[in-house]
């Protein structure tokens, strides 16, 4: 099994900046790609940013300029750096890891999300 402890959410002003961090734990072999999506009140959810274990990053287009993902594989930690945020961030914000289990069989866990708040 493989959990995802979400951290750095909160509320911010528009135009400021958070954090948020994702920590993996539990019995797997190795992790793959990491990322976040985000999902708002009667919208449908979105991937974010991933980033594989090479370092490869993908972003919405919604996102790209003002946010950065990275990860740090020693401690099985992703990170999403906001910047810039706007009102249309407002979001609960999970994150996501494809773990390769003992035995080979791969596994997408998900956290139980971080909610950013983005006052105008």
């Known amino acids: 099994q493989v959990q995802l402890v979400e951290s750095g959410g909160g509320l911010v002003e528009a135009g400021g900046s958070l954090r948020l961090s994702c920590a993996a734990s539990?019995?797997?072999?190795?992790?793959?790609?990491m990322g976040w999506s985000r999902q708002a009140p009667g919208v449908q959810r979105e991937l974010v940013a991933s980033i594989t274990s090479g370092g490869a990053t993908n972003y919405a287009d919604s996102v790209k300029g003002r946010f950065t993902i990275s990860r740090d594989n020693a401690k099985n930690t992703v990170y999403l750096e906001m910047n810039s945020l706007k009102s249309e961030d407002t979001a609960v914000y999970y994150c996501y890891a494809a773990a390769v289990l003992r035995g080979g069989a791969t596994y997408t866990s998900w956290g139980r999300g971080t909610q950013v708040t983005v006052s105008s």
């Open positions: 539990g019995s797997f072999f190795s992790i793959g790609a």
